[in-house]
């Protein structure tokens, strides 16, 4: 081709380039149109949903478009990401994505519909909450090591519950027999407050909880709390040493959820949608209704972090689950 | 003794509050915000209670926005009378169409409905709506003055004394049905199996889905009344050879008749002693009520023979367990932080948005809150039987619409409120084939309802079965050991009421054989 | 041996069907079934122990003992003393019916896997079809089948065509399964439907129906 011709040519390609640029951009600005679809794979009630309703309502009024929260409840919130990560890369359509759903289920269960890494872009990370381990008030230990000692001089006599097979307290237990090379025997129940109850009650002797709901039945002095989960201690409990300084090097699991969309859904908008659902967690209310549910603002801000956060969690518990053993269908 | 008077004073003080608000810009004063917070609350509850399907879960979640700008007084109080007001609503449904709005309702379907079509639906409706209200004050002051006591003894209820529970619950349910008693164990049975469809519990083993991934977390419980209560008895009333209207015009009283209230009373007050007691467990306790409710009622009734064709003791005595029940599945929330169920779980989520954390310290920190709700509790019972009592005139009038014109609008608020469960059409689907179950059930002389409450009670029973032999470590006698006298004692209840159901029916196999003995 | 009691025979055949059903499903196929067809075809749960009790084992002693019961109304069936008219079945339907409406089903899912289509349009479609050859073949079972359809028509045709039109299909449809049909009612009864649910449902409680179908512009909503 003459050089001339080559030259305009290449001039005409920048300049689609630059004006699809301009079009991705225009169509970030002029978003969103119509009004948005905020999923919730839970059954209404649970803190997710009530943390996607919160956030539904500040968006609402930041965005100037209604935000929707739709519950799709089933299969451990596999369900209602999959309709998300299957659906429109458009923006308008969100989903309320946890631990569970991203780092846990793909090995949880035999075949997951979509890949938490791969079909979803996550956007914010919303919530962490650090897990607590507790025990029955009669429980002859009230630190750590004792509590190893007597796990190891009755092996498979301590019950620990937790809400599921499969959640965070199932796991952060395992984790800890794992680690400190006891056996205990693992009672699942349908939620975390009916094994905080029969824990009150005497009959199951430990758990790992979250400590939003944990917190009240602990300053109550009806359940004694040893340790939490995280690396760092929990400003809610600052007396509470960690499982890491009590010698199980390195443990460190909280539950979390966040917002996702679709993998395709173009960067300016997963850019403002960012922006604006930290504008939202930023508002002093907001911060005090999630502190309500034992949430600090998370130190991963950025939709990279996030997703960086979610590549390592999957990675620790795909291992975890593989070695524990757990399984779902 | 003056304690309770002293904070039963608060209670009110609090619900009476003068408030000024600022609405829109402008200022109102000497709003008594909270009483307006607990009528919103108890006319919506009614209003959702009617529809079909669309419950006061779905309600709450969506209202929950609403509840963050309001003080968690106001904000509790109007979600309460939601819930509560909801139990009104559904009664409403099941006495006029056979539709339980809610689990507890199933009951009064049996009885409620046949009133309805006999033209007695106002004698019904007021009976339901008196009998609540009776419960609810009775069960409120229960609340009062035994909430942390009652909290302890829901607390000593362990996977074994629900089990053995249930077990009870179960012969209860085979006292339901009037037809043949085997064919009525059959059905529980089924209803068991297919309450065990979706996720495991304790192994998180997705049973009896065949893939689809909407059975992950079981049928609701919504779609299989609607199927088999609901579509059965419209596709019934259509199949009618002769066109006569379903519901007889020749209502004979908007009111119960002198006879009536003195059949009521003995019921309500067992309902209501019934419905306290078991409301207070968490886990089912409140579904328990009103079926207890209704099997003490035809167990010891002298009108037994009338019960599944119009009695009112069908009506009075579930209708005041499950209110009853329901204002004492409070005691668990306020004094221990622990739910009883999904409402109360939402409860505790608004109560944890507002900052306050639920628990046994509520009660001493924030009396206000605590006392506020129970006298809310009260005041909102009046306003649902104020509310109510009028309405039935209302309700006779829509009864007398020709039913060509009823079926289709029942079908409307049926589909809605199925589709609305999880916004899948899947949901419809299912209602539609328990629908044909139901019908070719009835066609072959079973009855539903042995179905439904089975249904609702075989995941519960095998959690807690399993659960009780984790924790005994496959002791199976730990259900009757002497270290546990709850679970021995229902177990015990639950032979001897089997026995009092099968003699009867083995003394008529007997006399038939007789007879045909002789006779041949 | 006469069938004495029909509805105990088919009742009782109903529930050993169940009860096999759900031991089958929960134990898996028996080995000699797994050898004729090649491959396990049913894998079935653990059963466990009666400590640790499998996902099986509460389904398959419950189905076993529902087969029982099954089977002893069965044999009642032939010994009952109640007279022809209590115990006389009247269904609009035979069991071959019932093979034919599963047969259309599987039939219309297939197709619509094949086609490439949603398979609500495969749902839609196995309404249509079952209550065409009811209203043809099978009157006395109009009623039934049309209220099904109408319900299956509502939920499968909300997303796609929008409230209003999926409420005008279930309540035509059923007002054809009564006794009469009288066209101006329908219409009145219709429009007054589709205005209160606008208005209580959407409007008022919120729930995420689209109003309209996707190619009608003039919607307040989606």
């Known amino acids: 081709m003459p050089p001339r011709k080559r030259a305009e040519r290449v001039k005409r390609l920048w300049l689609l380039v630059a004006l699809a640029a301009c079009a991705g951009t225009a169509a970030a600005q002029a978003w969103p149109t119509h009004p948005l679809r905020l999923v919730a794979p839970y059954a209404a009630g649970g803190p997710i949903d009530l943390s996607a309703r919160l956030l539904a309502a500040k968006l609402q009024a ?45 090995s949880l269960y035999a075949s997951l519909p979509y890949d938490p890494l791969k079909d979803l872009r996550h956007v914010t990370l919303l919530v962490q909450v650090p897990n607590v381990l507790v025990v029955r008030n009669d429980l ?30 199932h796991l952060a237990g395992e984790m800890f027999k794992m680690m400190t090379g006891t056996f205990m025997v693992h009672i699942p129940y349908k939620g975390a407050a009916p094994a905080l109850a029969d824990m009150m009650a005497g009959r199951i002797d430990l758990m790992f909880d979250n400590l939003a709901s944990a917190l009240p039945s602990i300053r109550a002095e009806k359940v004694r709390a040893l340790a939490t989960t995280t690396l760092k201690r929990s400003s809610f409990l600052p007396n509470l040493p960690t499982l890491d300084e009590a010698g199980l090097k390195g443990f460190d699991m909280t539950t979390w959820w966040g917002v996702s969309v679709a993998a395709k859904t173009p960067q300016p908008i997963v850019d403002r949608l960012s922006a604006e659902i930290l504008k939202a967690m930023d508002a002093p209310d907001f911060k005090e209704r999630l502190r309500g549910m034992g949430s600090e603002p998370p130190a991963i801000r950025t939709p990279e972090q996030f997703s960086a956060f979610v590549s390592s969690e999957l990675r620790v518990y795909s291992e975890l689950v593989k070695r524990s053993g757990a399984k779902a269908d | 003794m003056e304690g309770i008077f002293h904070n039963l004073g608060i209670g009110f003080v609090e619900v009476f509050r003068l408030q000024d608000i ?158 043949s008693l085997i064919k009525a164990i059959a059905m529980v049975l089924l209803g068991l199996l297919l309450g065990l469809v979706g996720t495991d519990v304790n192994s998180g083993v997705l049973r009896f889905a065949f893939g689809i991934s909407e059975l992950a977390d079981g049928i609701g419980f919504v779609t299989v009344a609607m199927g088999m209560f609901g579509i059965c008895e419209i596709i019934g009333n259509l199949e009618q050879k002769e066109h006569r209207e379903v519901f007889t015009s020749k209502v004979s009283h908007l009111w119960p008749t002198k006879e009536d209230w003195r059949r009521m009373i003995a019921p309500v007050l067992r309902g209501t002693a019934l419905g306290s007691a078991l409301g207070i467990l968490p886990g089912g306790g409140a579904l328990l009520a009103s079926f207890g409710a209704y099997t003490l009622e035809k167990k010891v009734s002298k009108y037994a023979h009338e019960f599944g064709k119009g009695a009112i003791e069908g009506v009075a005595a579930p209708e005041s367990a499950n209110n009853a029940g329901a204002q004492t599945s409070f005691i668990p929330l306020l004094t221990l932080g622990i739910p009883s169920n999904a409402v109360m779980a939402l409860m505790i989520g608004a109560m944890m948005i507002q900052g306050i954390a639920p628990g046994p310290q509520v009660m001493s920190e924030r009396p206000q ?84 409450l089975g249904f609702i009670l075989g995941p519960l029973m095998e959690e807690n079965l399993r659960r009780a032999m984790l924790l005994s470590r496959g002791d199976p006698f730990v259900f ?41 | 041996m006469k069938i004495k009691n029909p509805k105990d025979f088919w009742a009782g055949l109903m529930f050993i069907g169940f009860g096999l059903f759900f031991v089958i499903v929960a ?20 059963m466990g122990t009666a400590v640790r009790m499998g996902p099986a084992y509460f389904p398959v002693f419950l189905g076993a003992l529902l087969a029982i019961l099954g089977a002893i109304i069965f044999v009642r069936a032939f010994a009952s003393k109640l007279g022809a008219e209590e115990t006389a079945v009247h269904l609009p339907f035979n069991f071959l019916d019932l093979i034919v409406a599963f047969v259309v089903f599987v039939v219309m899912v297939e197709l619509a896997k094949h086609l490439k289509i949603s398979n609500d349009y495969a749902m839609l479609a196995s309404a249509v079809v079952l209550s065409l050859l009811a209203i043809l073949f099978r009157p006395e079972a109009k009623a039934l089948t049309l209220i ?66 996707d190619f009608i512009e003039l919607c307040p909503i989606r």
């Open chain 1, 62 to 106: 930041s965005l100037g478009q209604p935000v929707v929260v739709e519950n799709r409840p089933g299969a451990g919130g596999n369900i209602g990401v999959d309709l998300i990560a299957k659906g429109p890369a458009d923006g308008y359509n969100l989903v309320m994505s946890a631990i569970a759903t991203l780092a846990i289920n793909p």
């Open chain 2, 22 to 179: 600022t609405l829109w810009g402008h200022t109102l004063s000497y709003v008594p915000f909270n009483i307006l917070m607990c009528l919103i609350g108890v006319f919506l509850g009614t209003l959702i209670g009617v529809l079909p399907g669309i419950g006061p879960v779905a309600t709450i979640a969506m209202l929950l926005p609403v509840t963050f700008n309001l003080s968690p007084v106001a904000a509790l109080i109007m979600l309460a009378g939601i819930y509560y007001g909801a139990q009104y609503g559904g009664s409403t449904t099941a006495i006029l169409v056979n539709l339980p709005g809610e689990s507890s309702s199933v009951v009064t379907c049996l009885d409620g409905y046949q009133m309805a079509r006999q033209g007695r639906a106002g004698p019904a409706l007021a009976t339901a709506a008196l009998g609540s209200f009776f419960a609810g004050c009775v069960s409120t002051l229960i609340v009062a003055m035994f909430a942390p006591p009652l909290a302890e003894v829901a607390l000593k209820f362990g996977p074994a004394e629900y089990f053995s529970l249930m077990v009870l619950g179960l012969v209860s349910a085979v006292v339901l049905a009037h037809g």
């Open chain 2, 480 to 520: 009757i050991s002497p270290t546990k006298p709850i679970s021995m004692g229902f177990l015990i209840a639950a032979a001897i009421l089997l026995a009092i159901i099968a003699l009867p029916a083995l003394r008529a196999k007997r006399e038939e054989a007789f007879a045909a003995e002789e006779a041949g």
């Open chain 3, 148 to 213: 099904l359809a109408s319900s299956l028509a509502f939920a499968y045709l909300l997303k796609p065509l929008g409230l209003v039109l999926a409420s005008a299909a279930l309540i035509f449809i059923s007002a054809f399964g009564g006794h009469e049909f009288k066209w101006k009612e329908v219409a009145i009864l219709t429009v007054a439907l589709v205005i209160f649910s606008v208005v209580v449902f959407v409007k008022g409680l919120t729930l995420p129906f689209p109003i309209c179908p």
């Open chain 2, 369 to 452: 809150l605590f006392w506020g709700m129970i006298a809310s509790m009260w005041v909102g019972n009046l306003m649902l039987v104020i509310l109510n009592l009028p309405l039935i005139g209302m309700w006779i009038k829509l009864l007398t619409v020709p039913y060509r014109i009823l079926y289709p609008s029942i079908l409307i608020f049926m589909a809605v409120g199925v589709f609305s469960i999880s916004n899948q059409p899947f949901d419809c689907f299912l209602m539609s084939l328990f629908g044909l179950l139901g019908y070719i059930c009835v066609k072959l002389g079973c009855e539903p309802a042995p179905l439904i």
């Open chain 3, 27 to 46: 134990l898996g196929t028996p080995a000699f079934i797994d050898k004729l067809w090649g491959e396990r075809l049913i894998p079935g749960y653990q």
């Open chain 1, 140 to 169: 002859p230990a009230r630190s750590v090591p004792e509590l190893i000692a007597l796990a190891k001089g009755r092996p498979g006599k301590l019950d620990f519950g937790s809400g599921s097979t499969g959640s965070t307290g």
